[in-house]
């Protein structure tokens, strides 16, 4: 019997020569993540225990994303914890605001994690990086602890589910518009404890944004990971990294590893992707997915283009493409949030910026800010949002009564214009 | 390892930004954390009412959503002395076994326990006892690899003794 991509990964990292769903292993990893929520209550135990020293300073990122620039004193002396374990480190990859980006962004962005590798991070979002053929998951901060002093993790072999993606996309569907569709199908724990696996010719298609918008989101159906399997998109998109400025001293050897046809799956998914339209979640869970035309008419109050789903520059692309020349309605507060400042910098040269400002919406430094109701966008009662992230839960942005309806940034954009959820098609 | 304490009941799919909003993830501290659990549930005064050796109890999913360790620990820091659910999203599975919040997978034990019954837990049998309704229900067991973090009491103690 053959191997998928993520048991081949794990088996590469934990010294194995075979290994099955179930089994607990001990896996080396490439890289591991803490941000400013997670990572003081991991340094906290990591002192606790009376760890002196980290495993490899350069395998350490902490990045401070969710409540800055610091939102408050509380959240400043948090970020303090992080800037403070850093300097004391010598940890590398810290990213201070200025150079800091949303981490499930900047850290492909940067280069940082690459095809092969097993990446843990404290974020639940860290599934992302499945995109790229690494076996990436989110957990705890205890966990961070521990992998900080030993560089190692412990991780139960997950099944794995096979979603088969054909045809070619409609016009304003993309990653997002796939995997809302696909967890709509599925449910919130479809894919408990599984690692998604996303294949057809529609994602051999797909380009790298949109793959990072759907591994991201695998955790919305309880899957413990996403991953595509690298190909020449994949390859072409590591090489451009290495090839920016940032990117280059992290250059390294990696691995592409591909599913055997003979690997067993738990369940195999297909669908025919010509059938789906921009999806809207409704809310208060991700698996509300509907197509964006049945909505009947939902007046909105603010709409967020930003986060680690759809905070990448061809999320922007998209969304200035709808706003040019035109007007948010004056009701709606329209806030574009660039994942990182290369990308911000990217929008500023590309106009993009210049478009959001003209059509009424205001443009953020980087933040994960509104998407957890951090800040820079928190909804009042009763208030309604349509916002390009991942999680539409009871107060998610904000009020408890406050509602947030899941989108791609072209329905975000367009909603924007119209004042109530809208088709792009009707802007 | 026994507990024992009165039921409060919640639904499937409690995420955790139901068990403590993001608002709070600006601190550590137990016992601010501990006044907010369960604050995202709207008309929810848990915080308020949950005594020393309560215990949860819920439908599927529980703990879905977001890493943070906050949720756990929340539970712990209010006295609760054990979860049971009839399944647990995989964060929350695993940062509560590295904490040691006490969790039960168990669909009947779910299912059958009403908001304020009686219950006593044995860890140790696995046991679940509804002294109110006089029922007993089974749990999951353990895999060996998580009893063993179990008993160690947490994952830092576990690896303590071979890397510090």
């Known amino acids: 019997m053959g191997y998928t991509i993520t048991q081949k990964i794990l088996m590469a990292h934990c010294g ?48 401070p994303d969710h409540f800055t620039p610091n939102k408050d004193m509380k959240s400043a002396n948090q970020c303090k914890v992080l800037s403070q374990f850093a300097s004391k480190h010598n940890i590398k990859h810290y990213y201070e605001v200025g150079r800091m980006g ?82 709509g199908d599925i449910g919130v724990d479809g894919a408990l404890y599984s690692a998604m696996e996303f294949t057809g010719d529609t994602i051999r298609k797909l380009s790298m944004d949109d793959r990072f918008a759907m591994c991201n989101m695998a955790i919305e159906a309880g899957g413990k990971s996403g991953i595509v399997e690298p190909d020449a998109i994949t390859e072409k998109y590591v090489k451009s990294r290495w090839a920016s400025a940032a990117g280059k001293v992290n250059k390294r050897a990696h691995k592409l590893y591909r599913s055997d046809s003979d690997a067993k799956y738990k369940k195999i998914r297909e669908y025919d992707v010509k059938k789906i339209e921009p999806q809207v979640s409704t809310p208060y869970l991700p698996s509300n997915a509907v197509a964006v035309s049945k909505l009947k008419k939902v007046s909105i109050d603010q709409s967020v283009i930003g986060s680690c789903t759809n905070g990448r520059i061809s999320d922007l692309r998209v969304a200035a493409k709808i706003l040019k020349n035109k007007k948010v309605k004056s009701s709606v507060r329209t806030i574009v949030i660039p994942a990182t400042q290369q990308i911000y910098l990217d929008a ?57 309806y899941l989108s791609n940034p072209a329905v975000a954009a367009a909603s924007a214009i119209k004042g109530r959820i809208a088709h792009p098609e009707e802007v | 390892m026994k507990a024992n304490g009165k039921a409060f009941k919640f639904g499937k799919n409690i995420n955790t930004d139901e068990i403590i909003p993001a608002k709070y993830l600006n601190t550590t501290d137990a016992k601010e954390l501990a006044s907010h659990c369960m604050e995202g549930i709207i008309g929810n005064d848990f915080a308020k009412k949950v005594k020393g050796g309560d215990i949860i109890v819920a439908g599927r999913n529980f703990g879905c959503g977001s890493s943070r360790e906050h949720a756990p ?12 659910a009839e399944s647990f999203a995989r ?16 669909k009947t034990a779910a299912r059958g326990i009403k908001e304020g019954d009686k219950i006593e837990v044995d860890f140790t049998k696995g046991e679940i006892r509804n002294v109110t309704k006089g029922k007993v229900y089974r749990s999951q067991s353990f895999p060996a690899f998580m009893e063993k973090i179990i008993k160690a009491g947490g994952l830092l103690k576990m690896i303590q003794d071979s890397y510090l």
């Open chain 2, 73 to 84: 620990y929340s539970i712990k820091s209010a006295g609760v002395s054990c979860v049971i």
């Open chain 1, 348 to 404: 500023l040269k590309e106009g993009l910026v210049e478009i959001f400002i003209d059509s009424g919406a205001v443009v953020s430094t980087p933040t994960c800010g509104p998407c957890l109701g951090g800040h820079m966008g928190i909804l009042g009662a009763g208030e309604v949002a349509v916002a390009t992230t991942n999680r539409n839960f009871k107060g998610r942005m904000g009020d408890l009564t406050s509602k947030v």
């Open chain 2, 91 to 106: 964060i929350f599975y695993r940062n509560s076994i590295n904490i040691g919040l006490p969790i039960l997978e168990s």
């Open chain 1, 102 to 183: 949303i981490e499930h962004v900047l850290l492909p962005e940067l280069g940082l994690v690459l095809p092969g590798d097993v990446v843990i991070g404290a974020d639940s979002h860290t599934c992302t990086y499945g995109a790229l053929g690494a076996f990436s998951t989110g957990m705890g901060s205890t966990d961070l602890a521990a992998a900080f002093i030993t560089g190692r993790c412990w991780f139960k072999v997950p099944e794995s589910i096979k979603f088969v993606y054909k045809g070619k996309l409609n016009k304003w569907v993309g990653g997002k518009d796939l995997i809302l569709h696909t967890i």
């Open chain 1, 16 to 63: 194995k020569k075979a290994l099955k769903p179930g089994d607990f292993i001990d896996a080396r990893i490439d890289l591991c993540l803490g941000n400013d929520i997670t990572a003081p209550l991991a340094i906290r135990e990591f002192e606790r225990i009376g760890a002196k020293k980290v495993f490899n300073k350069n395998k350490i990122a902490l990045i």
